[in-house]
C-alpha cells in the first residue's frame, strides 16, 4: 500500500501521516513509497493508539480546565452510593475521599453505604456541586427519553414497510401435545427438506407454506414467552393454544390464555389429539368460552382449529389459520433500514465463543455488521439459518444464530447494528451509563402504583389474584368489580386457586400488575424472583383488607406501613482491632439470628446506646450471611467505635405490615 492511500484510509492529510512514520522509525522517502502489508497494520494499530492517546491527554486537560474554571458539577442518581462509588463518581482518589470522611468524625470503610444528603456533603469538601434528583422524577426522565429515542428510530422505518413472517409461540397445559405439535409442524413443511432435512435447535425455525413465511419460537409454553416480556422483548405476534381434546381445559392452559391475554396478542386455539377416541372437541370450546374465547362457528371470534399432532391431521390447516390472522394483523417491517433483533437463546460455546439466536425484527442484518446488545459490542463473524446453513444475511421474521458477541447476551436483549465500530462503541458507553440509572426502573408495588394513578401517568390498575379456593376467589372478584373507579379500569389478568408461582411473577412485572393472595403464600422461587424484579406480593387472611387496599390504589392514596421487629440479640464478648476492617466484635447470639447488612441497636446495661448496620459477619475468617442462636461469630458494624465488650447488639427487621 502506497503511504498516501494509507493516509486516505486514516482520514489524515499525508504530511501528517509521513511525520507520524518518522515517529515511529518508519522510513520512507516520498507519499507514493509502498509499505509492506505487515507494516501497514502495525502502522494502523500504532496510529489508534496515538489516537487514544491523545483524546485522552485532551480530555484530562479539558477536565483540569473546567476545574479551575468553575465548580464541578456531578449527578447522584441514586439515594444512597458506596464510599469507594462515590470517590469514583467525583473522579478523586479513594484515600482522599476517605480523609474527608475522617474530617468530618465519620467513620467509613470503602463499601459503606451512605445517603445522598453526606455525599453532598463530602463533595462539597472537596468543592464540588453534588446533586440528587428524586429517583422518580429522574427515571421518569431517563424513561421518556429512551421512548423518544425508540420512537424516533420507528418514525425513520415509516417510509419503507414491507410484510415480514408472523412469530408465533405454542402456549398449553402440560402434556397437551405442545412440543410433537411444534415437530410434527417443523417435519410437514418444506423449508426444511429444501437443505436435506437436518434441523438444528438454534430456539426458534421457520416453515414455508403457500410460498409464504411463518416463525415459530422452538421453545413452547406461556413461560419464555413471559420471560422475554419482562424483558421488553416482543416476539410474539400470535399464540397457539393448544387445548387437549381429551382432557380440556387445565390450569396451565388458563394461565396460558391469560398471558397471551396481556400481552394483547391474538390467540388461536389449537385443539389436540383429536385422534383419540375420548376427544371432546364441543367440550374444549364450551370451556373456553366460560374464558371469552368463542370459536367463530358458535358465534365467536376465536380460531379454533382441530388437530392431532400424532397422525398430523389438520396442521396445513393451522399453517392457513396463521397466515389468515397474521393479515389481519398487517404484519410489517423495514429490510433495508440498519438491523434490530432480538436475544432469544444464547450459550458459551467451547470452540466458537459466545453465540446467541437472534429474532431480526427491522434491517437486514449481514455478516461484518458492527453491533450492540445491551451494553456488549460486538461484529457479525459469522451467521447461520435454522439448518445449520452458513447465510450472509438475515430479513426481519428470520431467525438466525449469530457469532461474534464480546460476550453472552442475556434472552430478551436488544441486538441494534450501528455504522461503524466506533459509533456502536459509543452506543455501548451511553447505554452503561443510563442503564446504571435505569436499573430499578419500575418496581411494580401496591405504593408505587398508588403514586403512579395519583399523579395520572397510568390509567389502568392491572391484578393477579389467587386465592386458597374457588368460593374466595369468586368473592374476591365479585368485590373488585364493585370498586368505584372512575379514573382507573381494573384489569384483572389472571385470577386462580393454587400458591403464587414464578410465573406470576413474571407476568406482574411483564404488565406491571400487582399479586394479590389470600390465605395462601408464595413460593420460595416466586419470592425470589419478586425481590430481584422488585415485585411487591401481598397476601391477606382477611377478605374484606384486600379490597381496601385495592380502593385506597385505585385512588392514589396507599401507603405501605412498616413496623421494626428485634429478630436477634448477641452479646459482645471480645473486642478485636484490625487495620484493615476496623473493629471486630467477637459476639454470642443468644436469641434469633445476626443478618448482614440488617440494622442494629447497641444496648449497654439495657439502655439503647446507638444504631448502626451490620457491615459483615464472619465465622472463621469465612464471610457469612446470617448466624443463629447458639453460635459465635465476628460482627463487623459500620459504626464500631462506640463498642464496648458486654454490650448486647440487637439486631432489627423492617417489615411490611400485613404481609403474612
Ligand atoms: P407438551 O408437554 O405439551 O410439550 O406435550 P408433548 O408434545 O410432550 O406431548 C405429551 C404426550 O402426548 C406425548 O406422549 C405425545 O406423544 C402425546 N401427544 C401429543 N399430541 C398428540 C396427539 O395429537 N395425539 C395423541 N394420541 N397423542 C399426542
Redesign the pocket.
Known sequence: MKVLELAKKLRIPVQELILFLKDVDVKVKSPTSKLDDKTVSTVKELWADNRAEKAEKAAAEKAEKDQNNEQKEVQLNEPTITVAKLAQLLDLKLAQVMKIFLQKGLLVNLNSEIDSETAILIAKEADINLKFEKKEKNDQKIKNHLTKIEEAELEDNLDELEARPPLVTIM??????????LDAIRQTNVVAKEAGGITQHIGAYQVKIKKRKITFLDT?GHEAFTALRLRGAQVTDIAIL?V?ADEGIKPQTVEALNHAKAAKIPIIVAI?????PEANIDQCKQQLAQYDLLAEDWGGKTVMVP?????KVGIDDLLEMILIVADMLELKANKKCPAQGIIIESRLSKQKGPVATLLVKTGTLKTGDCFIIGTKIGKVRALFNDLGKPIKSAEPGMPVEILGIDGVPEPGEMLKVYISEKAAREAAEKKLSVAKASKKLSSVSLETLSKQIEEGDIKNLNLIIKADVNGSLDAIIASIKQIPAEEVNINILHAATGGINENDIMLAKASQALVLGFGIKASLPAQKIAEEENITIKTYKIIYKIIEDVEKVVKGMFKIEYEIVEIGKAEIRQLFHYSKVGQIAGSYITEGKLIRNFMVKILRDGKEIGETKIDSLKRFKEDIREVANGFECGVVLEKSDILKEGDIIVCLEKRQKNIL
Not at 398449553?172 to 405439535?181: E, I, N, R, S, Y
Not at 389436540?272 to 383419540?276: A, C, L, P, Q, V
Not at 388437530?307 to 397422525?311: G, L, W
Open positions: 398449553g397445559h402440560v402434556d397437551h401435545g405442545k412440543t410433537l405439535l413452547p393448544v387437549a389436540n389429539k383429536i385422534d383419540r388437530v392431532s399432532a400424532k397422525t
